[in-house]
């Protein structure tokens, strides 16, 4: 394991909080994009 | 020469075609009605005309400057009394006076009256007294005798009339008589955009398809 | 055949198809890479093991100006040559920059609390970066608050463009105001102390890591963007008899 | 141009036109910080520029949020678009309006407010020299801003949310006249960088606001 | 009821309602105050509590100005006043709905933004609690002037200035509550004060500005 | 039973009275229509009775809320869609389905729009579609058929008729044909409050008479 000495707290706070913002940003690209290619779809196959 | 002339007009209003391929020109001292149903595209095709939005396709030929438009909103200001309003517009447009306009839309006895006080059609009546202050020769009005009584109809017709002998031009839609014989009538039924599946959007490279 | 041509919809959909995946997985690579390889140098002398932020604190503050400048220029095209999908584009990456922007914030500010003592101070940097993410949350506003798509792309154009200037006048201002606590920028070759190697090589890699993570972001929110016009212009078409 | 000019003021000194409001609203503002930061003048004297700046600030805002907006919902929008005044003239001519019923007499009056908040005396002429040349720029930025938000029917809070950081720089700079003129130091700085901000917004901003305007109107 | 809680909500959250704009303005004020007041955090430290509170009161008083303004224009509070709904209940399902869309959030955000004003940290328990017991009372004394307000034309600003002053009580004991939890002193008396505060208005106000809206529709 | 009942009602707007010592009554399956010249009080007088002012003489004996008002604003939310709005409405009235109602009035087409992108008329339509869901025996109308086209003005005759047919009855003040040829037509003109010199104000114990 490796050490962080007494900013360990630290450390893994901004590791911790920038990779939730970043996964959340790429969570709701992902999503968004994958629902409005199914309503599309949706739409192109019986509107 | 002709005030208007359009020439294979297509108009859009919220992301789709409304009308297409319309054309028509406008003489001085000719009077056009649009008629049509609910939500073909009158206002819309009027707002275009009145260079509020753009064309789609096609094109309107006129002198700049030459357009007074009238819609349901009258732009009257509520704390300015009618004669008030009425010389503001005019300030505005470089236009004429005020008392024969008055007169004419029989607004005289409310003359001092704030305009938040007036009725329905009294408003409506102002709304027209601006046309005639404008001293613009070409009114493009939607709908413009809407809460109108009998007789301010007919005196809308006296106004209309007289000015088209002064050489001006009127285009107007309407859903109501308006006891204008002489007008043209212009049904903008067969130009509705093609509906359904072939309907296609304005713009963003129409949509892809 | 110009540049031009990928302005067209269609063909910006094939073409970002065809590339995304390769985007994609560069990006993974890189900014894993190279953030875990920051994760694991060596402590600071000075700064002990806090100096490992700096692999995301700075490639963040970096993406979140460029990501801006991006906008600008997007909406310069949809301004001067009305191309939808650089609208659309300018539009998709105002939440990639946001939350750069956030990043930087958040990770600065746990970082000066050991260095500073603090969590947050009134530095010019700090509060410049503060009102980039002010004029992020209301550029994204003014899009969501507006119906119509292409006035909206007209009027978010005129406040990108007003906003820079001012954005830019901010930050003259801010310096103004109070000389700050901040690190200048030691990546520039004319300050004398630089960064050692051992540093310097996977902040490189993290910065192309989240370059190319933008990008692939970019990529699928501005499709994304594109399939939503095209849904709405579908549906009205239909609504329409 | 001189008749909406008259005709703006006019509506804005009718009863219901909310002349003097913007004073009322400063008036209100300068009287609640004191109850929020305790009434010690020790505690106020360093803030008392900044909340006079800030205080007018926002008198400045509120009132501006229905320039365009009562002017488009009855019309008059659509029939000054079409009248043969250039619309950029009627934008700098409503902001001109705005400010001289809101800005002159929040002017005026802030002397009175300063005393209210211990600013010392020496700082008031900076202060009013400050305002005088910060406020015509707050005018026309939020002309510019309702401009922007003016088809929309919750528009003012995101007025808010727009214009505010744009007049960050402006409000810096006016503060740190009032700042440096209360501690005897040299102002010709920030002075100089407040007229040519001002100098800069009213040359341009008539041209972005019209073409926000004629966006709106389509 | 539950319909008119419904759609105020579904309004409020839909494009163009305004969600979240009250959380943004709130951020911008508080970034604004330092650009006012100076950096130093020693001069920031005392002013927090009385800022914060301000700010989060400026928020939600913008916010609720058209709260009644807009139903009335486009007809639906005639509507509303002919139906089996009470108008009583009526308005307080609207103050309720403003709550829910702007008190909540710059709740859960003030901590936050205490942070950036330096406020001491063991303060901001009782920040969040003073707001939670105090800003029922902000959005319904807001109703209750939006209600008196709703005909004229540029209500907004006075509409601040008739509701500032009903706030007053609110603010002082809201920013006493936090200013005592910060200085580690016994907060029961200003927490019971505010609680009292609130709960009178919110059982007596709705019927003051049912009455008022009653007299607007005549 | 009558549904309404109005007595010897005089009313009053801006101070002044407008319309005095009118009389009438509605049975069920009734339908009256007011009719008069701009500004002689058909608003003012239906507003009175919709219960939104007070009389200010004379006797209005009806039901408690029994009153459908539709005027001029429809009470429509741009962000919502024409079935939202209805649902809305019906909700709060306690009122019917809105399937039937959106059929009568040919919107179901527009179902999903949101109300800000309809036409003119097609705004007016759903603001009657309302009157469908209210459920209420009274309707109160001002000026109903505004910038409908003619087949819309057919379908509210339709739609009036079936109401009248239920049991209901209707109050309309229009200035044009609502092609409802059994409804019986009070014109307010002979009941205007006394012009002139003799003109009285209304309230404050008469302006000192
Ligand atoms: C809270 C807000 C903060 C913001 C918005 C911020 C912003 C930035 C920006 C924009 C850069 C890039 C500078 C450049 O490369 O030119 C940067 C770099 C840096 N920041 Fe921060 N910062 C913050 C807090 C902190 C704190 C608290 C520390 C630590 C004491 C810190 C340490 C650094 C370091 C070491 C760099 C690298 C400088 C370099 O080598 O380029 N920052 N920061
Ligand atoms: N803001 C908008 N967004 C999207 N579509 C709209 C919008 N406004 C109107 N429409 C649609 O555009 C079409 C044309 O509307 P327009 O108002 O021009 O009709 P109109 O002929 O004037 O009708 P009316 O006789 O009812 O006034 C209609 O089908 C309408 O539903
Ligand atoms: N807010 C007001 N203050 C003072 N007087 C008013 C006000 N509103 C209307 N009036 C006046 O009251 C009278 C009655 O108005 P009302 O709106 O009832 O007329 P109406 O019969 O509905 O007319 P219309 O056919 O034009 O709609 C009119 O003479 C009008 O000028
Ligand atoms: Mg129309
Ligand atoms: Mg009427």
Redesign the interface.
């Known amino acids: 394991m ?7 707290g ?2 893994l ?3 911790g ?2 990779l939730a ?2 996964a ?3 969570w ?3 999503v ?2 994958a629902r ?2 199914r ?2 779809e949706r ?2 196959r019986n ?1 | 020469m002709s005030l208007l002339a359009v020439q294979d007009l297509a108009v859009s209003r919220g992301g789709m075609r409304a009308v297409e391929g319309v054309s028509f020109a406008l003489e001085p001292g000719q009077a056009l009605i649009l008629r049509g149903p609910n939500g073909i595209g009158k206002t819309t095709l009027l707002r275009t005309v009145a260079g509020l939005q753009p064309a789609l396709e096609g094109r309107i030929d006129m002198a700049g400057d030459c357009v007074a438009y009238a819609a349901h909103a009258d732009g009257l200001k509520g704390a300015l009394t009618v004669t008030e309003n009425l010389r503001f517009w005019s300030s505005v447009f470089d236009g004429g006076p005020v008392a024969p306009a008055l007169m004419a839309m029989d607004l005289e006895h409310l003359a001092d009256r704030p305009a938040a006080a007036l009725s329905a059609g009294q408003k409506r009546r102002l709304g027209l007294a601006r046309l005639l202050v404008s001293g613009r020769p070409l009114w493009v009005l939607d709908e413009p005798t809407v809460s109108l009584d009998a007789p301010s109809v007919a005196r809308f017709g006296v106004a209309v009339r007289a000015h088209l002998a002064g050489g001006g031009a009127a285009l107007m839609a309407t859903h109501i008589d308006l006891g204008l014989d002489e007008a043209r009538v212009l049904d903008l039924t067969p130009y509705r955009a093609r509906p359904g ?1 072939d309907a296609r959007p304005a713009g963003f490279n129409e949509a892809f398809a | 055949m110009s540049i031009w041509e990928y302005a067209n919809p269609v063909k910006f959909m094939r073409l970002s198809g065809a590339v995304l995946p390769w985007v994609a997985a560069a990006a993974a690579i890189c900014t894993v890479g190279g ?1 875990l390889w920051g ?2 140098t060596p ?1 600071d002398y000075k700064q ?3 100096v ?2 700096v692999f ?2 700075v490639p ?1 503050a970096m993406m979140a100006i460029n990501i801006w400048v991006m906008m600008l220029v997007a909406s310069l095209i949809w301004l001067i040559r009305r191309h939808h999908v650089s609208a659309l584009a300018a539009r998709a990456a105002a ?2 920059g946001a ?1 750069m922007t ?2 930087a914030l ?2 600065g500010a ?2 000066g ?2 260095m500073w003592g603090t969590w947050w101070e009134w530095d010019p940097r700090l509060t410049s970066f503060l009102i980039l993410l002010l004029f992020y949350v209301g550029y994204m506003a003014l899009w969501s608050a507006i119906e119509d798509p292409d006035s909206a792309a007209d009027l978010t154009c005129f406040l990108c463009l007003v906003g820079s200037v001012f954005a830019l006048l901010s930050r003259y201002a801010v310096l103004f105001w109070n000389q700050g606590l901040h690190q200048g920028a030691s990546l520039s070759v004319q300050s004398g102390e630089r960064m050692s190697a051992v540093y310097r090589h996977p902040l490189y890699l993290s910065m192309l890591g989240f370059f190319l ?1 933008f990008l692939a ?1 970019l990529l ?2 501005t ?2 963007e594109i ?2 016009r ?2 709405a212009a ?2 009205a ?2 609504i329409r008899r | 141009m001189l008749a909406l000019l008259k005709r703006d003021l006019s509506l804005a000194t009718r009863a219901g036109g909310g002349f003097g409001l913007g004073v009322a609203f400063f008036l209100i503002l300068c009287a609640l910080v004191p109850f929020g930061v305790g009434p010690e003048s020790d505690a106020l004297r360093p803030v008392a520029a900044g909340i006079l700046w800030v205080g007018a600030l926002l008198a400045c805002l509120l009132s501006l949020d229905r320039i365009f907006a009562l002017d488009h919902e009855d019309g008059s929008l659509d029939l000054l678009a079409t009248s043969p005044l250039p619309l950029e003239g009627a934008v700098a001519v409503k902001a001109l309006a705005h400010w001289i019923t809101t800005g002159l007499p929040l002017i005026a009056s802030a002397p009175l407010f300063g005393l209210l908040l211990h600013l010392p005396a020496h700082a008031v002429p900076w202060l009013v020299l400050s305002l005088l040349l910060g406020t015509p720029a707050l005018s026309m930025l939020g002309a510019f801003g309702a401009a922007i938000t003016v088809g929309l029917r919750r528009g003012g809070l995101l007025l808010s949310l727009l214009v505010l950081p744009l007049y960050i720089p402006t409000l810096l700079f006016g503060t740190e006249v009032v700042r440096r003129g209360a501690e005897g130091m040299a102002t010709l700085t920030p002075v100089l960088f407040l007229a040519g901000i001002t100098a800069g917004v009213l040359a341009l901003i008539p041209f972005a606001a019209a073409a926000a305007l004629r966006v709106n109107l389509r």
């Open positions: 490796i050490e962080l000495g007494k900013y360990a630290t450390v706070a901004a590791y909080v920038s913002l970043l959340g940003l790429i709701h690209t992902i968004a994009n409005a290619r309503d599309l739409q192109e509107g | 599946r | 953030v994760f694991l402590e002990g093991s806090t490992k932020i995301l604190h963040a939440p990639i939350v956030l990043i958040a990770t746990i970082w609390q050991p993570l972001l699928i929110r499709r994304t399939r939503r095209r849904l579908l549906q078409r239909e």
